[in-house]
């Protein structure tokens, strides 16, 4: 399981489109449903995304099941692709615990999280210089 915060909100089909090209699967193997939703999805999905919304610098968190895994520096890659063609910015966790990688259309930069600004689903970021 993988976590993705999002910039803004982003439609289904979207998100579809965006999932299938980052771990390079055909959309049809993709399922996505919000917290709540009751699912029963064919055994054949290669990865289900389920969604929270959130607010503060992230709109969408954006939890991801998949079979097969990514390595860290192909996953930046891709997100850095999708962040410029979709025009969003990504929060992905460092190996510390809590900082981020904030991977937007026109860098990658090293991001804390402020937990004096951490409410149930509300995420605050802050550069590290």
């Known amino acids: ?6 910039d803004k909100r982003i439609d289904f089909s979207i998100l579809q489109h965006l999932l299938s ?3 390079n699967i055909d959309k049809e193997y993709i399922a996505i ?3 709540n939703d009751e699912v029963d999805f064919p055994d054949d999905i ?3 995304c389920l969604v929270f919304d959130t607010s503060g610098d992230a709109q969408m968190m954006l939890q991801l099941y ?8 192909l996953l930046l890659k891709r997100l850095s692709y999708l962040s410029t063609e979709f ?5 992905i966790p460092c190996d510390n615990f809590d900082k981020f990688y904030k991977i937007s259309p026109t860098k990658v930069q090293t991001v804390r999280l402020d937990e004096d600004k951490i ?9 590290i210089e």
């Open 33 to 35: 449903s919000r917290e």
């Open 87 to 91: 025009n969003i910015s990504f929060f």
């Open 21 to 23: 090209q980052l771990f």
């Open 66 to 73: 998949r079979i097969e895994s990514i390595n860290q520096s």
């Open 46 to 48: 290669q990865c289900w």
């Open 119 to 127: 409410d149930k689903q509300r995420y605050c970021f802050s550069l």
């Open 1 to 6: 399981m993988m976590d993705v915060l999002v």
